[in-house]
């Protein structure tokens, strides 16, 4: 497939790592790319584990994983709101299950350690998570970038070169099919005046669970 004919779902959430979101959204627009944040809710800002600011372009209930040719799921903290939000974690185990090309830096092990797609699968993460992708059953490989069939993981912000060449291969390998119309939607800018600030809500009057949100300070 030609990269500008691709299609690709970059997932959102909370205390995402800024590189991991970022750097795949500028560098497969720059290849041609279009590329779509989606997070749980459209037009909501979400906010890195720095404060720089991401606004979901459309909601997670809106896409389906036969929209797009590939996912790329960034890290930080962010996989951990990811992985309790249950239309996220049946999107990527759909995604996976569907043989589409899946790509998880850092932290976003969590994500597919719920989903349960690493079973019997070579894969690596962040160091500190190791132990959550082995107990899922992965084959958990300390080097920088794996791939094994269509799902490619990563380390590090510093392997986002090699993670991003190894989406742009999905990219090539990929077969043109017929496709559902994306949402409308106004792409998310990198280009930002103020901070996200994140802050706590709880999810009802007098509830012990409390959800994370941002907003622009």
């Known amino acids: 497939m030609d990269v500008s004919q691709a299609r ?5 959430e909370n205390q995402y790592q800024e590189l991991e979101l970022w750097y795949p959204v500028l560098r497969l627009k720059e290849a041609g790319a279009t590329v779509v944040i989606v997070g749980p809710v459209r037009g909501e800002v979400y906010a890195s ?4 600011p991401a606004v979901a372009e459309v909601a997670i209930d809106e896409v389906t994983p036969d929209h797009f040719d590939v996912v790329v799921v960034p890290g930080g903290f ?6 309790r939000n249950k239309a996220m974690v049946d999107f990527i185990k759909a995604s996976v299950g569907d043989d589409k090309p899946v790509a998880a830096i850092c932290h976003a092990g969590w994500l597919l350690a719920t989903a349960d797609v ?3 699968r070579r ?8 132990d959550d992708v082995r107990h899922a ?7 920088p970038v794996v791939r094994d069939g269509k799902l ?3 380390q590090l912000p510093n392997d986002l070169p090699a993670f991003l060449a190894g989406v742009l291969d999905f990219i090539e390998e990929a077969k043109e099919t017929e496709r559902p119309p994306l949402p409308d939607h106004t792409p998310s800018s990198a280009v930002y005046d103020r901070a996200a600030v994140l802050k706590n809500r709880a999810a009802g009057p007098g509830s012990a669970n409390y959800r994370a ?3 622009l300070a």
């Open 78 to 83: 962010s996989p951990e709101y990811l992985r």
């Open 118 to 120: 690493v079973k019997g």
């Open 123 to 130: 894969a690596t993460s962040v160091a500190t998570i190791k």
């Open 152 to 154: 490619l993981t990563a």
């Open 137 to 143: 059953g992965a084959i958990w490989l300390d080097e």
């Open 49 to 52: 584990k720095l404060g720089y």
């Open 8 to 12: 690709v779902a970059v997932l959102c």
């Open 213 to 215: 949100y941002a907003e």
